[in-house]
């Protein structure tokens, strides 16, 4: 601001905890509600600062009301925790800016106040009422000071860049946050399915576990879709998972939410994506799924009730032709959820009838039939991807005004809505969250290498960006595997200049095999290797059976004694060794047998070659062909 300028005001305004309130989740649901309740929180904030002579600089929504901005894309979180506003100070004093900014954070209080209060009273209206009972104790003990909300206003300095004006609000905010009030709380009893940290809701005080459960039990058979048998959460968990309640009866987007609410893939749809769309083009196949949906949705529960199997919607691509009502989910088509007790714990169905085994029996023929005739059973395993633009509050810092840094605020909101197309429409993918520089998502194996290279690819070229993948079995706590896919980006992180990858491989076996890698590599020419390119050519050679899927373990077994425990080799092989080596196992698992590797299989093999000594570890370059292997083996 030079000396001739009016005042303005930066306003800096967060919301947390994120990472543990979103990843807290059993269910694919739990995970995409703690997202969308966190935006929906931020969107009600930043309603109450936007004014005339207030611009909102980050997220870029223009001067749209940000859930009419939201609206175009409704089902999926699009704001991140924090945002950025500057306020002219000859519209807006910076007492009045202080003001709204207070009813920002009253607002978003409120909101989630009034959420868990509609979804309470949900939950009870088949029982007593919770009002005056103990559960109004653990009520006002969880949520009303639930999430932390800081913010911060600093006034522009004469003569000062905008980069440092934004470090130092930055900085404050910072400072603020470190300086938090600490709140000692007291939770008692059986502590929350989800969190495992705060007391569940029950009744009583003091009361047993075993009567505290008897309610849960009741829910969870009354209210199938929002409690899983012997689970009990706390007032912030359930609130979670009965969102969709309050989305569809009280809030902004209750009409779009009330007719057709969107519904959250499972981990076991988001792994037999790829199964269900091989039915695309084979229209007899396709009568025989449909065939198979309609007599699992005949199953009874041991009540003699239609048993409760939801309605699923398949990813988003593959909606054009298998919609809701004739699609069930991917966990009917593993074997083993045709288990008695599976049966009878998840769907009160009781195996043992006469007439539920011959029902049982006839679905499971019609399963076989599915994967006779589509050549294999469909995968069990699926992929979590944590990505984060790097450097940010050092870019931020660059920025020369607020005009630039709106700029780049837009670049990131445009790449969001790119990020939804790319991953939902073009791939078998879901969004969890999409919100400027970062972004969660599930994808199927057999397109988790396309989307990881077009996510990098059409990131804003003012900065880079890192990712981490988490690649585990259906069965796998969600919240672990959430949990390894942010560690992983955060290994990524601690790459030199960044711009990097880290994929974990969590096998249901136990075994684990971890790889960090730049997306980039240089060969001894200096030309740049894709890693992830390298990687879809090498799972090419292996799908179409040009090459053996043994010849990785062939190649491991002929190295493992030469590793030393700094995982490199413990003597210096020349290069020209390891690639000899190399070229002499995949030749051998080359399937034309007497012939020598085409032009197009030999490129692969000299590019998988080029980058191996540009991996941390020797170690980690196996682990890089172990994941790449497995992709094309469970791809299906």
């Not at 990472?19 to 904030?45: C, N, P």
């Not at 969600?478 to 030199?496: G, P, Q, Y």
């Not at 020419?525 to 053996?548: A, F, P, R, W």
Request: proline residues 3%.
């Amino acid at each position: 601001m030079t000396e001739n300028q009016s005042p303005r005001f930066m306003l800096m305004f967060t919301i947390g905890p994120v990472q543990s309130f979103i990843e807290a989740a059993r269910k694919t649901e739990d995970l995409w509600m703690g997202s969308y309740i966190l935006s929906y929180l931020v969107a009600t904030a930043m309603e109450k600062v936007q004014s005339d002579g207030v611009e909102i600089i980050y997220p870029a929504i223009g001067t749209e009301s940000p859930f009419k901005f939201w609206k175009k894309n409704f089902a999926t979180p699009s704001f991140p925790n924090l945002f950025l506003a500057i306020g002219d100070g000859v519209k807006v004093s910076q007492d009045s800016l202080v003001e709204r900014a207070g009813k920002a954070e009253d607002a978003a209080k409120s909101e989630f106040e009034s959420m868990a209060k509609r979804v309470l009273d949900e939950a009870f209206k088949a029982s007593l009422p919770w009002h005056g009972t103990y559960v109004q104790e653990i009520y006002n003990r969880q949520i009303p000071d639930f999430f932390d909300i800081y913010w911060v206003i600093t006034e522009e300095k004469t003569e000062e860049e905008y980069g440092k004006w934004y470090a130092r609000t930055a900085g404050n905010l910072a400072a603020i946050k470190n300086c938090r009030t600490f709140k000692q709380m007291s939770e008692f009893g059986r502590k929350c399915s989800l969190d495992g940290i705060r007391e569940i809701l029950h009744k009583k005080e003091n009361e047993s576990i075993d009567d505290a459960m008897e309610w849960w039990d009741d829910f969870a058979e009354r209210k199938r879709q929002f409690c899983r048998p012997k689970e009990a959460l706390c007032a912030v968990s359930l609130t979670k998972r009965m969102g969709m309640h309050y989305l569809k009866e009280h809030s902004k987007f209750s009409e779009e939410f009330g007719d057709d609410p969107p519904q959250f893939p499972s981990t076991s749809e988001v792994a037999t994506a790829a199964f269900k769309e091989q039915l695309r083009c084979k229209c007899i196949v396709l009568g025989i799924y449909t065939d198979f949906v309609k007599e699992v949705k005949k199953l009874k529960d041991r009540n003699g009730n239609p048993a409760d199997i939801p309605k699923i919607s398949p990813l988003p691509k593959s909606s054009d032709f298998l919609q809701r009502e004739n699609n069930i989910d991917g966990e009917w088509l593993y074997e083993e959820t045709y288990n008695d007790s599976y049966l009878e714990r998840y769907y009160n169905i009781d195996a043992k009838k006469e007439k539920t085994q011959i029902q049982i029996q006839t679905c499971k023929k019609l399963r076989s039939k599915l994967v006779e005739q589509l050549e294999g059973e469909p995968g069990k395993y699926y992929a979590a991807i944590a990505l984060d633009g790097d450097n940010m509050g050092e870019k931020n810092r660059e920025a020369k005004d607020k005009e630039e840094h709106a700029k780049r605020s837009n670049q990131l909101m445009k790449y969001a809505n790119k990020v939804r197309r790319t991953v939902e429409e073009k791939h078998l993918g879901k969004l969890t969250y999409a919100g400027g520089d970062d972004l969660l998502a599930l994808a199927n194996l057999n397109d988790l290498l396309p989307i990881l290279k077009k996510l990098r690819k059409r990131f804003p070229k003012f900065t880079r960006a890192s990712a981490g993948v988490c690649i585990a079995h259906h069965k796998m706590p969600l919240t672990d595997v959430i949990r390894h896919a942010r560690r992983m980006e955060k290994e990524a992180k601690k790459v030199d200049r960044k711009d990097a990858l880290g994929i974990a491989l969590y096998k249901h076996s136990g075994n684990v095999s971890q790889v960090v890698t730049k997306w980039e590599h240089k060969n001894s020419d200096g030309c740049k290797l894709n890693v992830i390119d390298i990687g879809k050519n090498l799972v090419n050679l292996l799908e179409n059976d040009e090459i053996s899927k043994r010849f990785l373990y062939t190649f491991r077994d002929a190295f493992a004694k030469l590793i030393g425990d700094d995982k490199n080799l413990m003597i210096e092989l020349p290069s020209e060794l390891v690639d000899k080596e190399f070229k002499r196992i995949i030749g051998r698992a080359y399937k034309t047998k007497g012939q020598e590797l085409d032009k197009r299989s030999q490129r692969t093999v000299n590019q998988t070659l080029d980058i191996w000594t540009n991996f941390n570890t020797f170690t980690e370059y196996i682990n890089f062909l172990e994941i790449i292997t497995f992709i094309s083996r469970e791809s299906k």
